[in-house]
């Protein structure tokens, strides 16, 4: 984590851009950066189930859902899959695209978990998305590694298995507020909540949602390297929840320097 408390917000174009920094000019891989952004984040988990739950859940009964997309937001949540079981926990990823579809590095990801005899649910249709995600309802966190700073609302709302896990995951907290199933858990982002433009804070369908709308709708965002523009829009706290910086390996003067050399320099939408 940065000591700096995030004192800029990035565009998707920034984001994309200290990425780039480090694999091509510091020839730091992208699973370095993926792993180190995993094992931030499972640290993140860790310490708010010990935190929500301190007094019942333990290790071996822990229940966790790490819900991952198809692209590098997905392959965080394999990182953190796998760091979670290192410290004792059974974690189960549903996965909203086949592993063996995977490309890149959250293919890399992905057959690393598979490799430590991680267990994955394939949901990659909309109807196994609804029989598979009752089973949310009584985890102790659902970590949402669906989507990341690779979705906008240009892309005119979310598709297929995507938008059926996204809705899921909605309806936990819903159902929750109008009184019926009670889902006791924590809904927890990664990157940028599922669903939100992280450039305008904007979410296809609005609060109203919609079948190929509504976004995941968090307790908590674990964010990378630093908080996404469309977090400062009114309205979007709502979908947030507690954000929690977390970094990727860089120390910030590398992250300010990835900065520098695009157009603007480091001072983002902040
Ligand atoms: N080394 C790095 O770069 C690092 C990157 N990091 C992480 O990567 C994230 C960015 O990853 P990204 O660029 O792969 O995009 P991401 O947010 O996963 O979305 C792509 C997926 O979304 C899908 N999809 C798109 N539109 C959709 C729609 N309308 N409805 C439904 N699905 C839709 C699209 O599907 P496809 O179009 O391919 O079918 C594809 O599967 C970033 O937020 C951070 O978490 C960290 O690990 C740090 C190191
Ligand atoms: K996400």
């Known amino acids: 984590m940065y000591d700096n408390d995030s004192p800029i917000r990035l565009t998707r174009q920034q984001s994309r851009a200290v990425d780039r920094y480090a694999i091509e000019e510091l020839g730091i891989p992208g699973v370095v950066l993926m792993e180190n952004a995993g094992i931030n984040a499972a640290g993140a988990v860790f310490d708010l189930l010990r935190d929500a739950f301190e007094f019942e859940v333990d290790e071996e009964n822990a229940?966790?859902?790490?819900?991952?997309?198809?692209?590098?937001?997905?392959g965080d949540g394999y990182v953190v899959a796998r760091q979670l079981k290192c410290?004792?926990?059974?974690?189960?990823?549903?996965?909203?695209?086949?592993?063996?579809?995977?490309?890149?590095?959250?293919k890399v990801m992905a057959d690393a978990w598979?490799?430590?005899g991680?267990?994955?649910?394939?949901?990659?249709?909309?109807?196994a998305v609804?029989?598979?995600?009752?089973?949310?309802?009584?985890?102790?966190?659902?970590?949402?590694?669906l989507l990341g700073t690779g979705y906008g609302v240009e892309k005119g709302g979310l598709r297929g298995a995507t938008a059926a896990a996204v809705r899921?995951?909605?309806?936990?907290?819903?159902?929750?507020?109008?009184?019926?199933?009670?889902?006791?858990?924590?809904?927890?982002?990664?990157?940028?909540?599922?669903?939100?433009?992280?450039?305008t804070g904007e979410v296809a369908g609005g609060t109203g949602g919609g079948a190929s709308g509504g976004a995941v709708r968090a307790d908590q965002?674990?964010?990378?390297?630093?908080?996404?523009?469309?977090?400062?829009?009114?309205?979007?706290?709502?979908?947030?929840?507690?954000?929690?910086?977390?970094?990727?390996?860089?120390?910030?003067?590398?992250?300010e320097a990835a900065l520098?050399?695009?157009?603007?320099?480091?001072?983002?939408?902040?």
């Open 118 to 127: 991680g267990s994955v649910v394939e949901a990659s249709e909309e109807a």
């Open 63 to 74: 229940r966790i859902a790490i819900v991952c997309g198809g692209g590098n937001n997905g």
């Open 221 to 255: 965002t674990i964010t990378f390297v630093a908080e996404k523009v469309g977090f400062g829009v009114a309205g979007a706290e709502k979908w947030l929840g507690r954000v929690v910086t977390a970094d990727i390996g860089l120390p910030w003067d590398v992250v």
């Open 168 to 199: 899921a995951m909605a309806g936990l907290v819903e159902e929750d507020s109008d009184g019926g199933a009670e889902f006791r858990g924590r809904i927890v982002s990664l990157d940028v909540p599922s669903g939100m433009d992280a450039d």
């Open 260 to 270: 520098a050399g695009l157009e603007g320099g480091p001072g983002g939408g902040a």
């Open 130 to 145: 609804e029989r598979v995600s009752g089973e949310w309802q009584v985890a102790h966190v659902v970590v949402d590694a």
């Open 87 to 106: 410290w004792g926990m059974s974690p189960v990823v549903y996965a909203v695209k086949p592993v063996g579809e995977l490309t890149g590095d959250a």
């Open 114 to 116: 598979v490799s430590v």
